[in-house]
């Protein structure tokens, strides 16, 4: 299984349930920008108790690795939970929408983006995906999330909402590190950064 089959299997599932979701995180962020390696595909969102029992359906084992428990517990909890496919080590990372403002904003609004002959779905708006890589960055320092952020900004160019994104980025406290790479891409295009490992 590729990993686009993966995606597209969970979409159909979430869409044939009426599940509201979005496509966050890296694979959105390649939609947005350029490719890098990823084993996993991370989706939002908002999921029902009453569904699991389909979910564990559609991911059967033994090539499949879920655990139903674990799923409402996950649920109940609004935390993650995986769905593993065992034979690629391909995985799905289900986040559980949270009672927030930018939450619901984050699930509700997106772009259905089309790659004939491998996806069909609806991915988070690109503001909304740098705001969370944003805050991942925030979290735990990596600069896969800047790099992220970078390439969205410079192929998306004038699509990118830059007031949005400052705006909310003020509301999530991650408003330093957005200057900051706003910063250091003025840097790069000015042929002032002479720092070649990062943004």
């Given at each position: 299984m590729k990993q686009y089959e993966l995606l597209q299997r969970a979409v159909d599932f979430l869409e044939r349930e009426g599940v509201p979701y979005r496509i966050v995180g890296a694979m959105a962020s390649m939609a947005y920008?350029?490719?890098?390696?990823?084993?996993?595909?991370?989706?939002?969102?908002?999921?029902?108790?009453?569904?699991?029992?389909?979910?564990?359906?559609?991911f059967p084992a033994p090539d499949f690795y879920l655990s139903a428990s674990t799923a409402r517990e996950?649920?109940?909890?609004?935390?993650?939970?995986?769905?593993?496919?065992?034979?690629?080590?391909?995985?799905?990372?289900?986040f559980q929408r949270?009672?927030?403002?930018?939450?619901?904003?984050d699930i509700t609004h997106g772009q259905r983006l089309k790659s004939e002959g491998r996806f069909d779905a609806w991915f988070a708006s690109p503001e909304n995906v740098i705001l969370m890589k944003l805050r991942?960055?925030?979290?735990?320092?990596?600069?896969?999330?800047?790099r992220d952020i970078?390439?969205?900004l410079l192929v998306q160019d004038t699509a990118?909402?830059?007031e949005y994104i400052a705006s909310w980025a003020q509301k999530l406290g991650v408003a330093?590190?957005?200057?900051?790479?706003l910063?250091?891409?003025?840097?790069?295009?000015?042929g002032t950064d002479d720092d070649s490992g990062r943004v």
């Open positions: 920008g350029e490719a890098r390696f990823t084993n996993d595909v991370d989706i939002l969102v908002d999921l029902k108790d009453s569904v699991v029992d389909a979910l564990d359906l559609e996950a649920i109940r909890r609004r935390r993650p939970f995986h769905i593993i496919h065992v034979p690629s080590g391909l995985k799905l990372d289900i949270r009672d927030t403002e930018f939450s619901l904003v991942y960055y925030q979290e735990g320092v990596s600069e896969k999330h800047l970078a390439s969205m990118i909402d830059r330093q590190e957005w200057n900051m790479i910063d250091r891409l003025a840097e790069r295009a000015n």
